[in-house]
């Protein structure tokens, strides 16, 4: 199943969303038997100051050695939860660029990273880190925010058009609630206009009906979901929704519904 991850790249930089991302990493490592990998990056104090752990008067050296303490009590904590990790990788530089390069370098399958840094600078700071990491990586990655009852997941939803990468996304979710005894919805939005083009749902091309359109895209998240089910994936509720709408409440398996 290529689209389960193989190795997993953990970015950390100590915070609470990091701890809880390195929670996820550390439990999607021992679930998937995938290769665990963590990093932590640091940079030169040199104005513009990108940190609010700035000591004036110190030394660069003295910034390594805090980024590799950082490093090796992050070591600790996944070891401590019972994981082990394949290499730990301190890197100097911008957050984002080490995360992707070293991400390329490793050929990871999947990115795992808080969204939000220490301390108010901080958590501006790593967020832009995450943002830049979501919005640049040319591999899967998973963002982590909301305290202890953010992981593990109790309801999954898979945002589908039906193009091959939005089917990895979905299998990726089913596999993750079947792991975490999870619901799993899929959802295909549909724009609100008079006529538009269902090429994006697999239709053919030319323009449809408000209507036919609906049943178009809603007869391809069908067969989609039959699909999944017969690679024994136990789809709940896959679901049309306008994009106007916010999915709606959990149905039993296999019923399609209408989101006009």
């Known amino acids: 199943m290529d689209f389960l991850p193989s190795r997993i790249l953990l970015a ?29 990056a640091w940079r030169d104090p040199a104005p513009p100051v990108a940190t609010s752990r700035v000591q004036p008067g110190r030394p660069p050296a003295w910034y390594e050695q805090e980024a590799r303490d950082l490093l090796t009590s992050q070591v600790r904590r996944i070891e401590e939860m019972g994981d082990t990790l394949a290499e730990a990788h301190l890197r100097n530089g911008s957050a984002v660029d080490e995360i992707l390069d070293l991400g390329e370098e490793l050929g990871v399958d999947l990115l795992v990273t808080g969204s939000r840094g ?58 993750l609630g079947k792991i975490f005894e999870a619901e799993v919805h899929l959802v295909l939005a549909y724009p609100r206009f008079p006529q538009f083009s269902t090429q994006r749902v697999g239709a053919r091309s030319e323009a449809w009906t408000a209507e036919e359109g609906v049943r178009l895209a809603g007869d391809a998240l069908e067969d989609f979901a039959a699909e999944l089910e017969r690679e024994r994936a136990v789809v709940y509720g896959p679901e049309r929704s306008s994009e106007t709408r916010r999915p709606r409440s959990w149905r039993p398996p296999r019923r399609i519904r209408r989101g006009a």
């Open 12 to 40: 950390t930089d100590g915070s609470e969303d990091a701890a809880l991302a390195a929670r996820a990493a550390t439990e999607l490592s021992g679930q998937l038997g995938a290769e665990l990998h963590l990093v932590h």
């Open 118 to 175: 220490l301390g108010t600078l901080g958590r501006l700071v790593m967020g832009s880190v995450s943002d830049g990491v979501a919005n640049h990586a040319t591999r899967s990655v998973l963002v982590l925010r909301g305290g202890e009852r953010a992981w593990p997941p109790s309801r999954i939803v898979v945002g589908v058009d039906l193009h091959e990468e939005s089917k990895g996304a979905a299998r990726f979710g089913v596999e």
